[in-house]
């Protein structure tokens, strides 16, 4: 469908933003919603095309705010990309990795770790047309020692310093700064324990983003990181997985958001004792599984902010994998609604465009899923999308558009 005034009518549209649920339907006019709510019937929108979803629920398209299109997903995608490197296919690679998450379902993704050159240019052919893809906020190379983790992706920081680094980044077309405060699991020779930056050298990177208008997130994966992040001013944390009361409670206070990536564990835990894993990823991995699912019900205790990101590309998390994160943040006791706006509104705020993303309101991108079955009744109905509509454009038909459009007359 090319781009024109069209109107979806007959859905239940949820709204997480509002924590809504309303009959009714959604008014497009090129790549923004116009109308939605119980007005737009059919007989009220005039003469458009009109795509009838009865019986199907309608909510905002859904935003993946941690993925790595460098990597695969699969048992060892950090040694593929070091063994291939950028060749001749690699642009074509980064390209599928998008559509597969705008396929299911992810009208809007986040790279936070890849090479600056391809993953600029892929968000340039996407924002031109030239190819077909979700919104795409790229961070491109993060921060990092050299040696430290996801030095391989890093522009690398000198003397514990990362003020110069961040002024580079941000001037090579960076949307947010992405520091690695701490090791990981995924780098050979790099511990969670490892701190990287003190206090004020973090202070400093975020005041340096934010004069840029830009957002700066940190990975973090033990207390002295998390802490360190919290009180130099940082906007969000990755994984958190040390989170404990008293950090939780800080992170509440200071209104710092938490991008949990649950399904980075429960995808080792399910792949236990692979033998393509790396070693070192196996038992960093399982020995962090517990930390992690006692740190995401500290954060839920204290109230912290939770926004939704697969951490697609890394061990066994394919791309388009959100859905599944959702269904583990909702059964590790996140409510229902707010398990929604966790990858609508929330993370609209989390990649910096709450005006633009996340809601079925007037002004904002037409971006919306529609999908058979309630996913407040269960989140897993996220699974099965039937149609993707992305600024204003039907760009991926399941079993449910298919029905649509036999109603709609549409083909």
Known sequence: MTRQRWALVGATLIEPRLRSVAEGGVLIDGDSIVESGPAVRREMVGDVEVVDAKGRFVMPGLIDTHIHLAFDGGPRPIERYLDEGIDDGFAARLAVSATTALLAGATTIRDLGGPDEELFALRGLIESGAIIGPRLLAAGSVLAPPGGHCHFIARLTESGGLDAAIEAQLDAGADCIKVMITGGVHTAGSSSADVYYDEEALRSAADITHRHGRRITGHVTNTTGIERALRAGFDSLQHGSALDEPLARLAADAGVTLVPTLGTHAAMVEHHGDPRIPGHVAQKAGQGTARKARAFGAALAAGVTVAAGSDGGVTFV????????????????????????????????????????????????????????????????????????????????GPTAAAVGQASGVA
């Open 318 to 397: 394919g791309h388009g994998s959100l859905a599944r994160e959702l269904a583990l943040m909702r059964a590790s006791g996140l409510d229902a609604m707010t398990t929604l706006a966790a990858a609508t509104s929330v993370a609209a705020m989390e990649v910096g465009l709450p005006d633009r993303i996340g809601s079925l309101a007037p002004g904002h991108a037409a971006d919306l899923i529609v999908i058979d079955a309630d996913p407040i009744a269960d989140v897993r109905a996220l699974e099965r999308i039937g149609l993707v509509v992305s600024r204003g454009v039907i760009v991926a038909r």
